[in-house]
């Protein structure tokens, strides 16, 4: 089976601008996680869908938002892009909201 | 609240030189705790996922165990491919798709 795919792989934006991050989950996988990770903070869970329902939601302002379509492909859209956004933005999939998969990441850069 | 901790930050070992990393976490309700490995600009590679503490996993030169605050990754004789930053991430009962990660053991072996 093909792997988790996100693209694009990098993106510069400068601040106040909006981004729109893809992911492709492994097939059959409903379930898409997404994270950011920083070097100070590691990996922070932003949210995650299931059959193109929310389900769950991390500590993260309204600017970061998400969706989910009815092939289970996601995407999450960061709206007035901050310097501190500057992230490798990570998808994950799950068949059964277990051992989650995570594709390559796709690397922000705000200036 | 729910955190993992990882020790330790970074380990250098000797090709050959067996040791351990740690995983301390403080979770209400255990789900499930993983081991991943990532290399550098990439994503995270899924290793194991341990259930219940005495539970144990094997994969060639790694060995995951379990008990009920902490896990560990026991290197047997490691190899320079074996260099990577290692990250320990637990689960939450009735947490859907978060995934509460640590900061992760940057390990180098040395031929």
């Known amino acids: 089976k093909a792997g988790v795919t996100q693209t694009p792989r990098y993106l510069i934006k400068t601040r106040g601008q909006q981004v729109t991050l893809s992911c492709s989950p492994i097939s059959g996988h409903r379930s898409v996680s997404w994270y950011q990770q920083t070097p100070g903070q590691g990996l922070q869970f932003l949210f995650e869908?299931?059959?193109?329902?929310?389900?769950n939601k991390g500590n993260f302002p309204g600017r970061f938002s998400g969706r989910q379509f009815s092939n289970s492909r996601s995407e999450m859209n960061v709206s007035t892009l901050e310097l501190g956004d500057s992230a490798l933005y990570l998808c994950a999939s799950s068949p059964e909201d277990r051992i989650q998969f995570f594709g390559p990441g796709t690397r922000l850069t705000v200036l | 609240e729910d955190q993992v901790t990882q020790s330790p930050e970074a380990l250098r070992l000797q090709e050959g030189e067996s040791s351990s990393l740690n995983c301390s976490y403080t979770?209400?309700?255990?789900?499930?705790l993983f081991w991943y490995r990532q290399d550098p600009g990439k994503g995270p590679e899924f290793l194991f996922t341990?259930?219940?503490a005495g539970e144990e996993k094997e994969k060639e030169r790694l060995k995951a165990t379990l008990t009920k605050k902490e896990s560990f990754l026991h290197i047997t004789a490691p190899k320079p491919e074996d260099s990577a930053t290692y990250l320990c991430?637990?689960?939450?009962?009735?947490?859907?798709?978060?995934?509460?990660f640590g900061k992760g053991t940057k390990l180098s072996v040395k031929p």
């Open positions: 979770v209400s309700g255990l789900r499930g």
């Open positions: 991430a637990v689960q939450a009962v009735g947490s859907q798709g978060n995934l509460i």
């Open positions: 341990l259930y219940s």
């Open positions: 869908y299931f059959s193109e329902t929310q389900r």
